[in-house]
């Protein structure tokens, strides 16, 4: 059974950096893009980051460019979300994700997505 371990969660101040991770078992990172979602209390789960599994192509929301970076170990099957200038805004559950196809689509829709972690909350306050 595939599963998505999320790690890296906590409480940051405005203008801090935080480092998520995500490491998958039972599949291989390079035959699956891998998205990063998020979710504030109230509003609908949003995709934010993906990196293709085929050729490491990535895609950003515009929320989060300039800001965020979404980075892959194939070797520990981990992908790691770098988050930097955080914002309240930014506070929310973010989840780990992986779509069967190797590629990302900039859609980034949530039912595009076959496999989800538990999710690990992100709070940014001061």
């Known amino acids: 059974q595939v599963q998505l371990v999320e790690s890296g969660g906590g409480l940051v101040r405005p203008g801090g950096s935080l480092t998520l991770s995500c490491t998958a078992s039972?599949?291989?990172?390079?035959?699956?893009?891998m998205g990063w979602f998020r979710q504030a209390p109230g509003k609908e789960r949003e995709g934010v980051l993906c990196?293709?599994?085929?050729?490491?192509?990535?895609y950003y929301a515009d929320s989060v460019k300039g800001r965020f970076t979404i980075a892959r170990d194939n070797a520990k099957n981990t992908v790691f979300l770098q988050m930097h200038s955080l914002k309240p805004e930014d506070t929310a559950v973010y989840y780990c994700?992986?779509?069967?196809?190797?590629?990302?689509?900039?859609?980034?829709?949530?039912?595009?997505?076959?496999?989800w972690g538990q999710g690990t909350q992100v709070t940014v306050s001061s």
């Open positions: 039972r599949f291989t990172l390079d035959s699956h893009a």
């Open positions: 990196v293709s599994g085929s050729d490491g192509s990535t």
């Open positions: 994700a992986a779509d069967n196809r190797p590629y990302c689509l900039t859609t980034m829709g949530v039912r595009e997505y076959d496999y």
